[in-house]
Structure formats: structure tokens, C-alpha cells
């Protein structure tokens, strides 16, 4: 009886080996993804190193710091939240060996909402250069309900991987990235009401605001200081979404830029959202070029840079 | 339950019960059912079982020091506390009801009336009481346990062997169950849930195929379920009541509620529908009528509070009462033709109580139905085609044939062909299928059961 139970369990992990071996070859190629190339590209030793999510590819153009002589680069990645910041910017350190002199992070309430830190859909922990198991994070972050998903996912990315490596594919193609320092590049614009996608919106925002990532926020934010970066907090613009959060929701999230500021940090003020017409947005939500130009032009004055006209 | 998390968890106390002394197997199965409903609750959802684990323990116990001519008032204080609590939680405050107390309570209650007519003994030992009613697999969504067939095995456990066979054909079947839940229901909710969800912008075939693909949604949902804690339980060594037997194949009414939901429509036939349709036997062919109509308007409360599930109740009752009452004593066996045709009208009448069910109000149900009527096919088709995708709808279709094909055929639920796979190598070669084809092809974002909320 022993025996067939033995072999029961040993055919038993034969049958799943290979979903988890393919799974672990996901990072075997430089990925294909725009969100991760973006990662992996970094420019080493930047003055001003920006993390954060959409409204952060979108909505700042590091190439007009570029013009004013000084080096940026622009992080942001699709539903990061504080804890892909987290991932983000400790990544940028370890995979270029350099700090950047400015660390400059994205903070409004969609940072704490529930869409941010989409594991599922942008699997940067993999991408990284010291890549996380889906097992760490499912447990440090508790997704269980999804692990299985973040396995199927990176078991598919593996194969295509492993594709890819099978045509010689190993380095990534940075030229798009590189060419814009990360940001997304759009000249469309929005339609004029700029209020779509509202079911969408909702599910992803959160009734009740977790603090525990207000504490994960500062810890990154001192660990950066303590190694000798300038760490400024900026509120890039949001529309659409800003229409869903409670107002006690939004209470806690100002009391949060309150501990950022008791604690030593810079908090840019956010800029006025009139100034910014549905021409300066792509969508609902995200800025394009035009916008993006304003709001970089806006940090630029609050950091104290001249900026060019 | 489809969760890593459940997993993991199920992993390690298979472990840990067959490899700690046998005496303590008992202690380690409460303590994981514990452990798993702490993990899903409320402190006020485990104060509520706890509750009915010590008020069900006691009123056994004090049913038990008393003559048998003298445990029905003890019974109807037993019966009255806990359908009190079932009551106050469903209609007096719905959204905090602990999660599975319908479950719990019946299981609880089946307890108490058996003990009554004598056909279990009291049970002493109040741990095997307390994992009998909140034993893990069972807790959240059934199978009802019934106390003839679960506390003999609770108190034997200890004395179980470990058996390969049990393992093994525990673990089968929650693969069966999985794939039914995350590859068939969970891909058909995704046709079925946004037309339901927003019926007023659904007209035609846009409600229509949904309403015919929402049977097999409910069923492969449940049925999933109930496969997942059947097997996880057999891997436990204990067996748990079967739930479904093809009642899709089902060739009457009441053929099919023999096969559907039979560990809660075998309680209330045993515990409502058999004693009043014999206490009113004087009433001729209105006895079992009156039984039918008591039945369903309680299973109607057990589900809860909306009227949609009376009105589910009473369409199920009254085609019930119309068989019951032309029922004529027929010896010929049915002819295939029959079967199918009989078939094809059990599948009309799931498909509209169904959208009763399923509707948030009665007014709901109209517009539906209303809705449905206005045809216009073509267009209709092609909205449903850009919403889903050609292959996604016939895909849902093939699912929906293969579940009714499986209905037609005699003999247990099991992974589909394995039965016929005699070889070791083709068995195996079945289950590498069925797992990959869920982690590749399932919807595993989700992890809520529709009768998780009963």
C-alpha cells in the first residue's frame, strides 16, 4: 500500500512538474513587454529617478530634464501600487549599481486602491533582477486565491521564453524605451466629458483605506533617504478615478500626506486639475503628451529647476 | 477551496491526521475545521456555531437522560432554538450571516430529530458532536451530514486504516470537482453573470442563450463544490453523503428531485414532507400535496429571503402537485423517444426556474421574460458574438452537451472516460489532461461558490 502511495505522489508531482518547471522559466528572455523592458532598461545614475504607476509613464516626460542638461528616468509601471514601488525602486539600485541623486514617487488614492498592485497582470517580480518566487508573494502580500493564476501566467510567459530563446532572442530591445526614457508617448485625446469606464473604476477602488501600506510607503521612503537620496513625494493629476473614493477614504489619505510631512519628506502639492482640459488627456485618466508636458513642466518649478521656454 | 491557500492547508492536515496517532485524529480534524472557519469569518459567524455546537451537544444530552415518551418538548425547544437562530439571521439581519449556517444548522438539527425517533445514540464525546457539525469539507457549502450516516464513522475514525484506495479516489474526485467548478462553471458564469447581472440591456438571444446556459452553470458550480468536499473528505476517511446522481437525466419532476440536492431534499423529505404527508393521510392525494407545498416553501426559506426563492419554491411545487396528482400506477417502461422528449421538459422548466432563482426580484423576472420575447436573431447573434466571441459561445455549448451527454448515462459521477481507462498509463495520462487543461484553460480568479451564500 505504501509503495502505491509513493507512486501515487510521485506521479502525481510528474503531472504538475511541468506547469511549475515552464513557470520558472518566464524570465529566461528578455521580456517583450513594454511595462517590463521599461524595468529592465533603466538608465543607470540618473539625477531624477521617478516611480510609479500609469499616471506616471504617462504624465512625466523625462526628456525635458534632458533638455535642461539633467538625467531622469521614468519608472513607472502599469497598476503599481506602493508595494511595486517597493519592488521598483530597490530593483533600479541593485540592477544598476547607482542611486539616483532624486527618487521622486507617485502618491494619490489610487496607489492604495485595490487595483493597484496587480500582481496578476504585470508580473514585475519576475522581471527583476533578483526575482521573487510567486510563492513569496503570494504568501507576503496573501494571495492565495491567485496564486494559481501568477503560476499560469509565468508558465505561458515560459514557453514563449523559452521560444524566444530558441531564436536567439536573449537581449532585451530598449530602443523604444530608451528613446523616451520610459514614458508612454500619446497625441491622442480625450472625449470631452472624460468620465468612462465608471463600473471599471469602482471595482477597483477601495471603501476602506489600508494603513499598512501608508507604513510600507514610509519604510521606502527612509530606507531611500538613509542611503543618500533626495525623496520627494509628487501627486501627479487623476480625473476620472478621484470621482469614486469615500470621503473618509480620502480623510485618511490626507492624513497620510500629513505623516509624510512630519516625517521629513517633500510633498508637492498637487496641481490645480483645471489647468488641464480634456486635450491634455488621453483618457478618462491619463494624461497625454500635452498633459504630460504641463505637469512635468509644474514638477520641474516646485524642484526648483529654471525651466526652458 | 480552489485557492493555493486551501491547498496547502488541505495538504498539510492530510499529512498530519493520517501520519498523528490514530486517537487524536478526531482533535486534529476539529481542529483544522476550526482553523478553516476562523480563516473565512466573522467573530460573530464562530460564536453562532460554537453556539450551535454546545446548545445541539446539551439538548442531546438532557433528550437522551429522558424516557422516550417524554423528549418532545426537549426536541421542539432543540428545533425551535436553532431554526430560531437560521430565522433571525436570514430575515432579521441577512448580511451578517455566518457563512454556511444553513448547512450547520440542518446538520445540527438532524442530529437532535434522530435521536428522538431513536435512530442514533446520544453522542457523549462532545468533540466528535462539534466535528460532526463543523466538520471542514462539509462546513461552507454541504453535503448536509446526516447523523445515522456521520457520527458512526466520527466515533469509529480512530480505528479507520489508512487506505490507498480512499486517497486516491478523494483525490480524483476533487479533480473532477475543480474542473467542473473553474473550466466549466466558473467560463459559462462569464456568459450567464453580465446578462443576468444587467438584464434590463439584454434583449432576445442576449438573455436568452444565457438562460439556457444557466442550468448547467448552477449545477457544475454546485456540483463542483460538492465534489471537491466529497473528496477531500474521502481522502480523510470519511465518506459524505452524495449530493447529485445525473439529475439532469432526470424523466419527471419528481425523478429530479431525487437527484438534485440530495443531502438537503433527502432531509426535508425525511423531517417535513414524509411526516405530514403520512399525519394528514386522511386528506387523500391532497396529503402528499400538502407535504410537496410545506417542503418547498421551507426549502424556499432556507435558501433566504427574497421572494424570487418562493416563487422558485412554488413553480417547483406546483408542477410537483399536478404529477402528483395525475399519477397513474404505469408498467410499460418509457420509450426512448419518451425519455426524450420528458428530458427536453425538465430542461425547459430548470431553465425558467432558474432565471427565477437567479433574478434579484420578482420584477426582475418579469423583465426578463419580457425582454426575452423581443427577438430579433440576427442582430441579436451578432451583439452576442462581438460581447463573447464565436468560440467562447460554442465552447460554453460543448460544455453544456458534455454535462447533459454525462446525465444520460447510468453509473457514478467520475472524470469523464477515466471508468474506461483501464491502463495505468491512460489514467494518468487523463488526469495530466484534466490539470493542465485547468491551470491553462480555467477561470481561477474566482474562488465564491453560488450556494456559499445559502
Redesign the interface.
Known amino acids: 500500500?505504501w509503495m502505491?502511495?509513493r507512486n501515487?505522489v510521485l506521479?502525481?508531482v510528474l503531472?504538475?512538474a511541468?506547469?511549475f518547471l515552464l513557470a520558472q522559466l518566464d524570465n529566461a528572455a528578455a521580456p517583450t513587454d513594454l511595462a517590463l523592458q521599461r524595468i529592465v532598461c533603466a538608465v543607470p545614475g540618473v539625477d531624477y529617478l521617478f516611480v510609479g504607476s500609469s499616471f506616471t509613464y504617462s504624465g512625466i516626460n523625462p526628456l525635458l530634464f534632458t533638455e535642461r542638461g539633467l538625467k531622469a528616468y521614468n519608472l513607472g509601471t502599469p497598476c503599481a501600487g506602493v508595494s511595486y514601488y517597493h519592488l521598483l525602486a530597490n530593483d533600479y539600485v541593485a540592477r544598476t549599481g547607482t542611486r539616483p541623486r532624486t527618487l521622486l514617487i507617485e502618491v494619490t488614492p489610487v496607489s492604495f486602491a485595490t487595483g493597484a498592485d496587480d500582481w496578476?497582470r504585470y508580473t514585475i517580480h519576475r522581471t527583476l533582477v533578483e526575482p521573487r518566487s510567486h510563492e513569496e508573494v503570494?504568501l507576503k502580500y496573501g494571495l492565495?486565491?491567485?496564486?494559481?493564476?501568477l503560476?499560469?501566467k509565468s508558465?505561458?510567459q515560459g514557453a514563449q521564453a523559452l521560444a524566444r530563446l530558441a531564436r536567439g532572442q536573449t537581449r532585451p530591445e530598449c530602443k523604444k524605451v530608451l528613446s523616451t526614457l520610459g514614458m508612454v508617448v500619446s497625441n491622442t485625446q480625450d472625449a470631452p466629458d472624460g468620465r468612462r469606464d465608471e463600473a471599471k473604476f469602482k471595482e477597483t477602488l477601495l471603501d476602506t483605506y489600508p494603513p499598512q501600506k501608508a507604513e510600507e510607503l514610509i519604510t521606502l521612503a527612509k530606507s531611500h533617504r538613509d542611503g543618500g537620496e533626495r525623496v520627494v513625494f509628487h501627486q501627479p493629476p487623476i480625473f476620472a478615478r478621484s470621482l469614486y473614493f469615500t470621503p473618509e477614504f480620502m480623510a485618511e489619505y490626507e492624513e497620510m500626506l500629513e505623516r509624510l510631512t512630519k516625517a521629513g519628506f517633500e510633498v508637492i502639492p498637487p496641481d490645480d486639475v483645471a489647468r488641464y482640459s480634456p486635450a491634455d488627456r488621453r483618457n478618462g485618466d491619463h494624461l497625454n503628451s500635452e498633459g504630460a508636458e504641463k505637469y512635468t513642466e509644474y514638477l520641474m518649478g516646485k524642484l526648483g529647476i529654471e525651466i526652458k521656454r | 477551496m480552489i485557492s493555493a491557500t486551501f491547498l496547502a492547508f488541505f495538504a498539510v492536515v492530510v499529512i498530519v491526521h493520517w501520519a498523528a496517532p490514530p486517537r487524536s485524529r478526531v482533535f486534529i480534524l476539529l481542529a483544522a475545521s476550526a482553523a478553516f472557519y476562523i480563516h473565512e469569518q466573522t467573530i460573530a459567524g464562530i460564536a453562532s456555531l460554537a453556539g450551535i455546537v454546545v446548545f445541539g451537544y446539551l439538548v442531546g444530552r438532557r433528550m437522551g437522560s429522558l424516557p422516550e415518551d417524554r423528549r418532545l418538548p426537549t426536541l421542539l425547544v432543540g428545533v425551535a432554538g436553532e431554526l430560531g437562530m437560521l430565522i433571525a439571521y436570514k430575515y432579521v439581519a441577512p448580511s451578517s450571516s455566518p457563512l454556511g449556517i444553513s448547512f450547520f444548522t440542518f446538520t445540527s438539527l438532524s442530529y437532535l430529530i434522530d435521536i428522538y425517533y431513536d435512530m442514533v445514540p446520544v453522542e457523549r464525546r462532545v468533540a466528535n458532536y462539534a466535528l460532526y457539525v463543523s466538520f471542514f469539507p462539509q462546513i461552507v457549502s454541504g453535503p448536509i451530514a446526516r447523523a445515522t450516516k456521520l457520527l458512526p464513522q466520527i466515533d469509529a475514525h480512530e480505528s479507520r486504516a489508512f487506505s490507498y484506495d480512499d486517497v486516491a479516489e478523494g483525490l480524483r474526485l476533487m479533480l473532477w470537482g475543480f474542473a467542473q467548478k473553474v473550466l466549466i462553471a466558473n467560463r459559462l458564469a462569464e456568459i450567464t453573470d453580465p446578462a443576468f447581472d444587467n438584464p434590463a440591456g439584454m434583449q432576445g438571444l442576449m438573455i436568452l442563450v444565457p438562460a439556457i446556459l444557466l442550468p448547467f452553470q448552477i449545477y457544475c458550480d454546485f456540483a463542483g463544490y460538492t465534489d471537491i468536499a466529497r473528496g477531500a473528505a474521502r481522502t480523510l476517511g470519511i465518506d459524505l453523503l452524495p449530493n447529485f446522481e445525473h439529475p439532469y437525466g432526470a424523466t419527471s419532476p419528481s425523478d429530479l428531485w431525487r437527484r438534485w440536492h440530495m443531502s438537503l431534499y433527502g432531509w426535508l423529505t425525511d423531517y417535513v414532507y414524509t411526516p405530514i404527508a403520512m399525519g394528514a393521510r386522511g386528506l387523500g392525494r391532497l396529503a402528499p400535496i400538502l407535504g410537496l407545498w410545506t417542503t418547498f416553501l421551507l426549502s424556499a426559506v432556507w435558501h433566504g429571503t427574497k421572494l424570487t426563492y418562493i416563487a422558485w419554491a412554488s413553480i417547483h411545487a406546483l408542477v410537483l402537485s399536478v404529477e402528483v396528482w395525475r399519477r397513474k400506477a404505469r408498467t410499460e417502461p418509457l420509450s426512448r423517444g419518451e425519455i426524450f422528449l420528458r428530458r427536453c421538459a425538465i430542461m425547459i422548466l430548470l431553465i425558467f426556474a432558474d432565471i427565477v432563482f437567479r433574478a434579484r426580484s420578482l420584477p426582475e423576472v418579469g423583465l426578463i421574460l419580457t425582454n426575452m420575447a423581443h427577438l430579433a436573431p440576427a442582430a441579436q447573434l451578432r451583439e452576442l458574438l462581438a460581447m463573447h466571441g464565436a468560440s467562447h459561445l460554442i465552447i460554453a455549448f460543448a460544455m453544456a452537451a458534455l454535462i447533459q451527454i454525462i446525465q444520460t448515462r447510468p453509473g457514478p459521477v467520475v472524470v469523464p472516460g477515466v471508468r474506461f481507462l483501464r491502463a495505468r498509463p491512460a489514467r494518468w495520462v487523463a488526469y495530466c489532461l484534466v490539470f493542465w487543461a485547468i491551470i491553462y484553460f480555467g477561470r481561477l480568479d474566482t474562488d465564491t461558490f453560488l450556494y456559499g451564500a445559502f
Open positions: 500500500m502505491a502511495l501515487f506521479m502525481a503531472a504538475c511541468p506547469v496578476k503570494a492565495g486565491t491567485r496564486y494559481f493564476e503560476v499560469r508558465s505561458v
